[in-house]
């Protein structure tokens, strides 16, 4: 039965020493690293409004101080002790020779009582540091999760864990969305030797608060969060960013990142089993509000071959319930911890042609962090390739299961990680000899069959199944995979 993983035991240093260890790269994604910068706290300063701004988020900085505040990274906006906001430095100098935003930023980020409608009073704090001669760093690293949601007033925090042989991530990059702190801090603190973590705070994560420091994905400089930047700089296998949001009229919980999409599938997939709820809607497809597949959003450019997995949820109806908020991270949580659990089977390796294991029972529902049956083998590529098939082991009419295919990859650096290539939901219909599989055919949801794997004359294929195999009831059934 599984027990620790590969990954996290003793074949990590193994990989390591090999030279197979995570991806490292120079510089990557948003705000890349190695900036030199003078550090500056600048008191009495003027902002105004410049109307050609387009984005909310951004600032202009005199042509003077360009050097020091560079473009794409952030900065602080302080009036007197009070944290008014964030932005992100354009490229473009300001016009006025003071500091400039948008009409939007100016009133969610700078403007005061006192201050004119367009222009404030000369009593603005900018600062590229969050302590004396920590520039251009605005964040500052958190001893814990609870020291970064209690002891952030007036200041951005970041906590980042990063485990020897973590190899997925989970993420918090705005705070203040409402659940998502929550969502992270409870699958890091289920296993802090499993499951790393950067996680930003601001203002003690008070809520209602997203007009002042939103900073887009895209645009999280690795410089201004340190932590951050270690990841964006030595990339993970695996990473997933939780956020919350009231705009999308279309879904419940949106699937996004930049990972294939049979994967944002598979994940949409469990989380739909999660919440057990035909009101709440999960879409994985594009065209369904906030992709989030960019390159440069922070989630992609910080995993191997920039495949990362971005989580949209409805702030009131998921985010603001507890149980269902939980539901949600956990779902995520699992399907991450059945690729990295050793499988149930052993060996996982042969040199015969075709291959099949059987669960034999149950107990893989009650063992390991993955609750489902883990079946994986790794065997000779064949003329014309493999054909898999997963499910329950008996057919019986009211059966169903649950099935995701994955293939092993290795990727940019040497490192594998498993791609997902087929699966989805099939129940069991007839009885005796005619009981056959029906698999689903649900708009969005419909099984993918994963097609020939492992054609070639040489080589070999290492290939995983997932299954969940349940009775009419919803209790687990025994589960098998075959690779003829």
């Given at each position: 039965m599984k027990r620790s993983s590969r990954l996290l035991g003793t074949l990590a240093p193994l990989m390591l020493a090999a030279g197979c260890g995570p991806e490292t790269i120079a510089e990557s994604g948003p705000g890349a690293m190695g900036v030199t910068q003078r550090a500056l706290v600048l008191d009495s300063q003027k902002f105004k409004v410049n109307t050609s701004i387009a984005s909310a988020e951004r600032c202009r900085v005199p042509q003077s101080l360009q050097a020091d505040f560079p473009s794409d990274r952030q900065l602080l906006i302080r009036r007197g002790a009070v944290l008014k906001g964030l932005c992100t430095v354009e490229t473009t100098a300001s016009a006025s020779g003071d500091f400039e935003m948008s009409q939007e930023g100016y009133d969610k980020r700078v403007k005061s009582s006192g201050d004119a409608d367009t222009e404030s009073t000369a009593t603005v704090q900018v600062s590229n540091q969050y302590a004396s001669g920590m520039a251009p760093a605005i964040a500052e690293p958190a001893s814990s999760?609870?020291?970064?949601?209690?002891?952030?007033?007036?200041?951005?925090?970041?906590?980042?864990?990063?485990?020897?042989?973590?190899?997925?991530?989970?993420?918090?990059?705005?705070?203040?969305?409402?659940?998502?702190?929550?969502?992270?801090?409870?699958?890091?603190?289920?296993?802090?030797?499993?499951?790393?973590?950067?996680?930003?705070?601001?203002?003690?994560?008070?809520?209602?608060?997203?007009?002042?420091?939103?900073?887009?994905?895209?645009?999280?400089?690795?410089?201004?969060?340190?932590?951050?930047?270690?990841?964006?700089?030595?990339?993970?296998?695996?990473?997933?960013?939780?956020?919350?949001?009231t705009s999308c009229t279309t879904s419940e919980v949106k699937v996004g990142g930049r990972i294939e999409l049979p994967f944002r599938q598979g994940v949409a997939e469990i989380i739909r089993e999660a919440l057990n709820d035909s009101s709440l809607r999960v879409h994985w497809n594009s065209g369904v509000c906030f992709e989030g597949?960019?390159?440069?959003?922070?989630?992609?450019?910080?995993?191997?071959?920039?495949?990362?997995?971005?989580?949209?949820?409805?702030?009131?109806?998921?985010?603001?319930?507890?149980?269902?908020?939980?539901?949600?991270?956990?779902?995520?949580?699992?399907?991450?911890?059945?690729?990295?659990?050793?499988?149930?089977?052993?060996?996982?390796?042969?040199?015969?042609?075709?291959?099949?294991?059987?669960?034999?029972?149950?107990?893989?529902?009650?063992?390991?962090?993955?609750?489902?049956?883990?079946?994986?083998?790794?065997?000779?590529?064949?003329?014309?390739?493999?054909?898999?098939?997963?499910?329950?082991?008996?057919?019986?009419?009211?059966?169903?299961?649950?099935?995701?295919?994955?293939r092993w990859k290795v990727g940019s650096g040497?490192?594998?990680?498993?791609?997902?290539?087929?699966?989805?939901?099939?129940?069991?219909?007839?009885?005796?000899?005619?009981?056959?599989?029906?698999?689903?055919?649900?708009?969005?949801?419909?099984?993918?069959?994963?097609?020939?794997?492992?054609?070639?004359?040489?080589?070999?294929?290492?290939?995983?199944?997932?299954?969940?195999?349940?009775?009419?009831?919803?209790?687990?059934?025994?589960?098998?995979?075959?690779?003829?």
């Open positions: 999760l609870d020291d970064a949601n209690t002891n952030s007033l007036g200041k951005v925090k970041e906590y980042t864990v990063r485990p020897a042989g973590a190899v997925v991530a989970y993420t918090v990059p705005h705070p203040f969305e409402k659940g998502t702190f929550e969502q992270g801090a409870l699958i890091h603190s289920a296993d802090p030797q499993r499951n790393a973590i950067w996680a930003a705070s601001i203002n003690n994560n008070q809520r209602g608060t997203l007009g002042q420091f939103h900073i887009t994905s895209t645009e999280i400089s690795g410089a201004s969060f340190p932590g951050l930047g270690s990841f964006l700089t030595n990339r993970i296998p695996y990473a997933v960013s939780f956020h919350g949001e597949s960019d390159q440069d959003n922070f989630v992609n450019a910080m995993s191997v071959d920039l495949r990362g997995v971005q989580l949209e949820q409805d702030s009131n109806s998921i985010l603001s319930d507890t149980s269902r908020r939980e539901k949600v991270a956990n779902a995520v949580k699992s399907v991450f911890d059945c690729l990295i659990d050793d499988a149930d089977n052993t060996p996982t390796t042969t040199s015969a042609t075709t291959w099949s294991a059987d669960s034999g029972g149950t107990g893989y529902a009650s063992v390991g962090a993955c609750k489902r049956y883990i079946a994986e083998i790794e065997l000779p590529n064949v003329a014309g390739g493999h054909t898999l098939s997963a499910g329950a082991s008996t057919c019986v009419d009211g059966h169903s299961a649950h099935v995701d295919y994955y040497g490192v594998g990680y498993w791609v997902r290539i087929g699966g989805g939901n099939l129940t069991y219909a007839g009885s005796g000899a005619a009981c056959a599989p029906v698999f689903s055919a649900e708009p969005g949801y419909t099984y993918v069959h994963p097609g020939a794997q492992g054609s070639g004359s040489s080589g070999t294929t290492r290939l995983r199944a997932v299954i969940r195999a349940s009775d009419a009831s919803g209790a687990s059934v025994p589960a098998f995979f075959t690779v003829q």
